[in-house]
């Protein structure tokens, strides 16, 4: 004679419970996705993870140049006289953030809020008279303690023509 040890309800919740702990084991062995870091012009936006990134830990000295010269996946077009939102996650404000503009950094100290607006103009303006502006620019948002640079987010804004 041959004896059931389940009833149908207890296999069910079972298999349930198997299904819960092998979808977990699945989701501990992936990594953690970095924070993200967006650009907004009018109702366009677009949204990237970071380029480089340690765990909010500093990025190695050797690495901090590669990083910043590594070009943009994700470009958005931008008319002169538009604002340029940039948000990012509390995480990245937490420890303060700066814009860098072709791989220099564009200001002196690191911002501390999730959210600002700059002007287009801003980042199509010829630092050398007689020079024509250029077409299109690489922004990059690091997130920095003032000290070390910790994640680092590249963006494309393209003059509309």
């Known amino acids: 004679m041959t004896v059931a040890f389940f009833s149908g309800s207890r296999r ?22 970095t924070p993200i870091a967006t650009v907004t012009v009018g109702t366009e936006s677009i949204n990237s993870e970071a380029a480089c990134y340690n765990d909010g830990d500093p990025i190695k000295e050797s690495d901090v140049q ?29 420890n303060g ?7 220099q ?13 700059i002007p287009a103009s801003a980042f199509f303006s010829s630092q050398t008279p007689g020079e024509a502006a250029a077409d299109e620019t690489q922004v990059t948002v690091v997130e920095n303690t003032g000290k070390t640079l910790t994640g680092i987010w590249h963006f494309k804004l393209k003059k509309e023509s």
């Open 12 to 33: 069910r919740a079972a298999a349930a419970l198997g299904a819960v702990s092998a979808g977990l084991l699945v989701l501990t062995a992936c990594d953690k996705p």
């Open 105 to 117: 950094q564009a200001e002196p100290e690191p911002y501390k809020k999730t959210y600002r607006t």
């Open 66 to 94: 590669k990083c910043l010269n590594k070009k943009a996946e994700k470009s958005i077009t931008v008319a002169m006289d538009d604002k340029v939102r940039f948000g990012v996650d509390p995480e990245i404000a937490d």
């Open 97 to 103: 953030w700066t814009i860098f503009l072709g791989g």
